[in-house]
């Protein structure tokens, strides 16, 4: 059984490495893979539907995969160095806060444990450990108050290499079957491997996170299929005429 003291270090423990806060490699996986899915699906099926030629589809599918590749990575990058300074800039505002207003910084640390079911003696135990050791009041204060956890700037550079090289893999996948089959059969091939994969991709994350791996496998497919058929309903709309 938990001691009080070995209970609230478990809190603390949990509240700055649930890794639910935490950016991952899951999640720069899916982001990169479903945009190159979906985007370059668009515009294979907008380029054939105008074109009817597999060579257009296939140099604007490449081109199309490698400008998101690189743009999808340079997003991801930026953004994880913004998370850790929006982090830092939070963090030093807590410290100055502690400083300046100590006993207002200790009634949100009990209020927070409060709510979370805490009273009596032990709350009054948990407050004093908490704020008699300033990295961990401001750290609880940043996981618990803000929902932010600390961002490693040296993730970012991962984080772009994840977004860009699954953003390939992604658009690779719609653009295969233009280069083995004629651009009448990799329409309809493209547009159902695409949807069986992101169906794929939606029930692997619901698995791995939290949620019903069928509904997350079906919403993914259907969003990014309809997502997709709008590029192919341009190219109907502006669909070129054959030469003479």
Known sequence: MNTPHSLHEELIHHSLTDPHRRGSGLSDFILGAQDGLVNVLGVV???AAATNDARVVLVAGLATTFAESISMGAVAFTTTLADAD??????EREYRHIVEAPKLETEEIRDIYKRKGFNGELLNRIVQTITANEDVWVAVMMAEEHQLSPVDRRTAMRAAWVVGLSAIVGSLVP??????LPVSTSMWVSVLVTALVLFAIGAYKARVTVG?????????????TISALAGYLVGVLLKIPPLP
Do not use: C, D, V
């Open 175 to 180: 653009i295969a079957p233009f280069m083995f």
């Open 212 to 224: 019903k791996p069928m509904r997350s496998g079906m919403e993914m497919m259907l969003i990014g």
């Open 86 to 91: 929006l982090y830092q800039s939070e963090r």
């Open 45 to 47: 099926l907008g380029i």
